[in-house]
């Protein structure tokens, strides 16, 4: 099947990366400018299939280069969570053995983030192949500046969770059905200065039933593309100059809107199989 698909997304192989370009649907127009030719950028882009994280692209350590964002309570970013199998990145949820408390938050859940080494700029396009958990935790394909960036930019690709119910918020109900994007400014110490531009589509199945294609063109400072299974749904204008560096980010978390049961849910109770956010392959391009 990997073979298959494989020949079905690549054109002429590149050193580390499978295919030529980024992956495009039958009938939808590549949207490269003309004369212009796409180019892989080897640092963000990785088919996962070695035996452990390649260091040299991603970290794992949520602590890493100063990052220090330890997870949403009540959910833990471990490490360990993180392996590579049979051509794939998995971050495995599950419910620690013991809760603990760190800076006066309690954990009683793990998953993890991994973040990439490289940042991505203007111009770039970026896209994973990806099968969300089916639990109540998220699975995510998304980019942010570093933190003493201000004001911090968000550039959220990809977003769902795999289980909600009747503890979620009304307007977050659909989240395990989703294609959901946003562009975030975020001010530190001013929430209220907040600017979130937003739009979401419905895929054809739940989020965790199949691996589906998330991408986004970052165009130009004022226009992003997103992309589903390689066929474009909508552009974001995020209403101000997108154009500082911002590394890709895979977070599989829990949400305070999306609350997980007292009983801890399907992260206590589905099969090892359904509690893993899978990656195939992440791939990060450059126009030439």
């Not at 770039?124 to 003493?148: Q, V, Y």
């Not at 165009?219 to 209403?239: A, C, M, N, V, W």
């Amino acid at each position: 099947m990997r073979a298959l698909l494989v020949f079905l997304f690549s054109a002429v192989a590149l050193p580390g990366v499978c295919c030529a370009q980024p992956y495009f649907a039958p009938g939808q127009t590549d949207p490269k400018p003309e004369g212009k030719t796409w180019v892989a950028v080897e640092s963000m882009s990785d088919e996962f299939d070695g035996e452990k994280l390649d260091s040299k692209k991603w970290h794992g350590d949520p602590k890493a280069k100063g990052w220090g964002w330890l997870g949403r309570p009540p959910g833990l970013f471990k490490e360990d969570s993180i392996t590579l199998e049979d051509g794939m990145m998995n971050v495995t949820v599950g419910v620690l053995d013991q809760p603990v408390t760190i800076n006066g938050n309690e954990f009683k859940y793990h998953g993890a983030i991994v973040r990439s080494v490289a940042p991505g700029r203007v111009g770039d396009f970026f896209e994973c192949r990806m099968k969300a958990n089916h639990t109540e935790m998220s699975s995510t394909f998304w980019l942010i500046t570093p933190i003493g960036v201000n004001p911090r930019q968000e550039l959220d690709i990809q977003e769902c969770v795999g289980k909600t119910s009747d503890l979620t918020k009304p307007w977050g109900r659909n989240w395990n059905q989703i294609f959901h994007s946003n562009t975030i400014v975020h001010f530190p110490g001013k929430p209220e200065e907040r600017i979130q531009v937003q739009n979401s589509t419905k895929p054809e199945t739940e989020n965790w039933e199949k691996f589906y294609i998330y991408s986004a063109w970052w165009k130009s400072k004022r226009e992003i593309q997103f992309f589903l299974d390689g066929k474009l749904q909508y552009t974001l204008d995020p209403t101000v100059d997108w154009d500082k560096p911002a590394y890709i980010q895979m977070a599989i978390e829990t949400y305070d809107w999306n609350p997980v049961p007292e009983d801890g849910g399907l992260i206590a109770s589905s099969p090892l199989a359904e509690r893993k956010t899978q990656y195939d392959w992440v791939r990060t391009w450059r126009l030439k």
